[in-house]
């Protein structure tokens, strides 16, 4: 990481806000803008900071940004983009893409995916992505003039190529199968997780009740009056606790969501070996079938059936000069694709070894991660357990006076 | 009140004063002293050609002079449980007596013979001997005894004896009844504020007891689908190397935490739960007590308008009644103290098992 974007630069996104305006097809929309703030880190500067410079981007723009990025390197692990719509809610979540809340964990997804680009050796130093960050007006105009779009592979080339590929590097296939697995179980375990905090907001909430009703007890008792009233306090407080809770562990499934965003990045740069690896497959098969095709012309022996092979059979022999014109163009044609399959094969090995850098790398980076992010979930519940204790406590205590 | 003045010089065999007749009920401070030792247990069932029930042991161990033996052990059926519930109101119409386990549970969610009914079924019944053993009046009631000692047909026969069924639901009836057509004159203030205080606790107690289930229920769902939870990352675990470790200790500090939760869940349904509804009962008797000894009251007080200047025999009647009142009187602060006091342990109780539990959750693993 010795000369990325992120050490020389510091960047956030640091607010977001709803804005109207016309779309594309002149129809009102409400959408929220983020506002980026990027400063230059200077090595020297004691107490003078750099200005800051500031634009406002949409989610929008942001997608354009990882399209390209997609497209132009795409050897390359792309770090994901939060999610468009709120997925794995449970019922206190607003599935609704205009919440507060929902608008704030988007914001820090937001930044944290310019923070990731920003810090990959390769990616860091693309000029969009530069521009993105410092240009407000023209980018997209100037994005699009790149022409990538072009560039971008077809889905259903994609998809044939997957099926139909021979002979796969067996690390990618492999990859493509874990990247499967990682994506199933994580979705998996988000639903679940959201229906556990589902249920446990639940029973934390029930515990409210008994704030109240001992409250109206208390007032009919004497001796038991004190206790019962201040334990009903506790019963509050410990029903109020889950939300600070649950707000925290939406956090960790938000580093979830990311790595199962992630998984489809993987099976991206997977795809694109398969379709090289296909292409080049296709290219050899084509020259094997050409040289087929010339050594026949040549030696006069039909192996294999070729429909040229029965016409002339059926239609008479060709002139020899005429066999010697196709066997000349053929053996053109030949050269062309020698020269070809071997440039093919050049592509496929630089690809396969660059993207398999950036894959070593991006394990390391996912390991690293989740770590921390199982750590966090631990700490998270400890303290939850440590505040349960606390409460409990305290009303055992209140318990015992009445 | 005149008639309160006499009483003090009436029966030897009553305790006279109120505060002699708590002495008395401390009893239950000291287990040395306890004389009679109940346990039901050993669930039966006997399926006959018209119906199949369940049979409970009960095992009397006493060192009491009027019991012919000091151990017996004999076989009842709720019924008869029932029968002695009703002979103890009746004798002792202004007494608190403990509260039966209910006939059926409206709630469906036990089967009538299921295990887990009968066993909760066999320790209410349990308890509800052992209060009544415990009770100062109560315990030397001669139906008690009889249900105690008694053979099966010995039982059966003496149950006979006793007045019809109509009128042993007559009593609770007309008190309801005439509490209905309007109110006593001459309540004592403190039975008064006994009645305000029993319909304020009623209604809290019952709200307390549906709080409690709900709860049961939230963390039955917490817990299935916590179960899901850990598996999970079981599996993830499989796909991955380095993290394998990390996310294999989750798996099973998910599943200790499954584990705490059924033990707080157990705690709930074994302590909690049973003694809300018990209060829920109990409720519900000491509204029917105070009924009664309003309708006595009011007998009594119909009885001294009517003949106000007549001194027959009606005079020691409305004594007697008196007595009854102090009796009333004496019982229920008794009881209520009682009461007070028994809140306290069960609420330390279950106060108890949540701590644990949540000092259980403490076992999460951190890398």
Redo the contacts between chains.
């Keep these: 990481m010795e000369d990325c974007l992120a050490k020389k630069m510091e960047i956030t996104v640091s607010e977001a806000e709803k804005r109207t305006g016309r779309n594309a097809m002149n129809i009102q929309e409400t959408y929220t803008a983020y506002l980026i703030e990027t400063r230059a880190v200077e090595s020297q500067s004691e107490g003078q900071c750099a200005p800051v410079d500031s634009l406002w981007r949409r989610y929008s723009e942001f997608e354009l940004l990882r399209n390209y990025l997609s497209v132009t390197y795409p050897h390359i692990v792309v770090p994901p983009l939060p999610e468009k719509r709120a997925d794995f809610v449970w019922h206190k979540l607003s599935a609704d893409n205009m919440d507060p809340d929902f608008v704030e964990r988007r914001r820090i997804g937001l930044e944290n995916f310019l923070l990731r680009v920003a810090s990959h050796p390769v990616l860091c130093q693309d000029k969009m992505f530069y521009s993105f960050l410092t240009q407000e007006s023209g980018w997209k105009e100037m994005v699009n003039e790149t022409g990538f779009q072009l560039k971008a592979d077809s889905r259903l080339k994609a998809l044939n190529a997957t099926f139909r590929v021979k002979n796969p590097d067996k690390r990618f296939t492999e990859l493509k199968h ?1 990247s499967d ?2 994506q199933s ?2 979705s ?2 988000l639903r ?2 959201a ?2 905090a ?3 907001y ?2 934390y909430k ?2 409210g ?2 704030g109240r ?1 001992f409250s ?2 208390s ?3 004497k ?2 009056g004190d206790g019962l009233q201040s ?1 009903g306090h506790h019963m509050d407080v410990y029903a109020a606790s889950i939300d600070d809770i649950l707000e925290e562990e939406e956090h960790y499934a938000d580093q979830l969501k990311e790595y199962l965003f992630y998984a489809e990045a993987l099976r991206a740069v997977c795809r694109k070996h398969e379709l090289m690896q296909y292409d080049l497959e296709m290219a050899a098969q084509d020259l094997t079938s050409k040289k087929q095709q010339c050594e026949e012309l040549a030696t006069g022996t039909v192996r294999t059936f070729s429909l040229k092979g029965m016409t002339s059979k059926l239609f008479g022999q060709e002139t020899p000069e005429q066999r010697e014109a196709k066997i000349k163009a053929l053996e053109e044609q030949i050269q062309e694709g020698e020269e070809q399959l071997k440039s093919k094969n050049l592509e496929g090995r630089d690809f396969v070894k660059s993207a398999w850098a950036d894959i070593e790398r991006f ?1 390391e980076q996912k ?1 690293h991660d ?2 921390e992010a ?2 966090s ?3 998270m ?2 303290s ?3 505040k ?2 606390q409460v ?2 305290n ?2 205590e209140c ?2 006076k ?1 | 009140d005149t008639s309160l003045a006499e009483v003090n010089s009436f029966s030897p065999s009553m305790p006279i004063s109120p505060s002699s007749m708590i002495n008395q009920y401390k009893f239950e401070d000291e287990p040395e002293l306890r004389d009679l030792f109940i346990t039901v247990d050993d669930p039966e069932s006997h399926i006959t050609a018209i119906e199949t029930f369940i049979t409970y042991r009960v095992v009397t161990k006493t060192s009491r002079g009027e019991f012919d033996s000091s151990e017996y052990e004999v076989r009842r059926r709720y019924q008869d449980f029932l029968w002695l519930k009703t002979k103890l109101e009746e004798a002792h119409p202004t007494l608190i007596i403990p509260p039966l386990p209910e006939k059926f549970i409206m709630k469906g969610m036990v089967e009538r013979f299921s295990d887990e009914f009968i066993e909760t079924r066999r320790k209410a019944l349990h308890k509800f001997l052992n209060r009544i053993a415990d009770h100062p009046t109560l315990t030397f009631n001669e139906d008690f005894k009889i249900f105690l000692t008694a053979q099966a047909w010995e039982l059966s026969s003496h149950k006979k004896q006793g007045p019809g069924l109509l009128s042993r639901m007559g009593q609770t009836v007309r008190a309801v009844a005439s509490s209905v057509r309007g109110g006593v004159k001459n309540r004592p203030e403190m039975f008064t504020e006994m009645n ?2 029993m319909e ?2 009623s209604q ?1 107690i019952n ?2 007891d549906k ?1 409690a289930h ?2 049961y229920k ?2 039955r ?2 817990f299935s ?2 179960k ?2 850990g598996p ?2 079981t ?2 675990s499989a ?2 190397e ?2 394998a470790d ?2 294999k200790g ?1 798996a099973s ?1 998910i599943d200790k935490c499954c584990k705490a939760t059924e033990k707080r869940m157990a705690g709930l349904s074994e302590s909690l739960l049973p003694i809300l509804h018990e209060y829920v009962l109990y409720s519900e008797i000491l509204m029917g007590v105070l009924k009664r000894r309003d309708q006595i009251q009011s007998e009594l007080d119909s009885k001294v308008d009517a003949l106000a200047n007549k001194k027959t025999e009606k005079d020691l009647f409305s004594e007697e009644i008196g007595k009854l009142e102090d009796k009333v009187e004496c019982a229920n602060n008794a009881l209520k103290a009682d009461w ?1 006091r028994w ?2 342990n069960m ?2 109780d ?3 098992t ?2 644990n539990v ?2 259980n ?2 076992c ?4």
């Design positions: 874990y697995e990682l179980v994580i998996h375990l679940v997780r229906r556990v589902d249920r446990l639940g029973v029930v515990h009740n008994y009703v109206e007890w007032a009919i008792e001796e038991m334990a394990k390991n989740l770590k199982l750590i979930y631990a700490v519940q400890i939850m357990c440590k349960g204790i409990w406590t009303a055992k318990f015992s009445m | 305000d205080y304020t606790f809290k709200v307390l709080i709900r709860i939230e963390e769902e917490y689908e916590m899901e939870y999970i990352h599996l993830w796909s991955e380095d993290i990390s996310l989750v500090c007070d809140k306290q609420q330390c279950m106060r108890s949540f701590t949540a000092e959750n403490l999460y693993y951190e890398e």
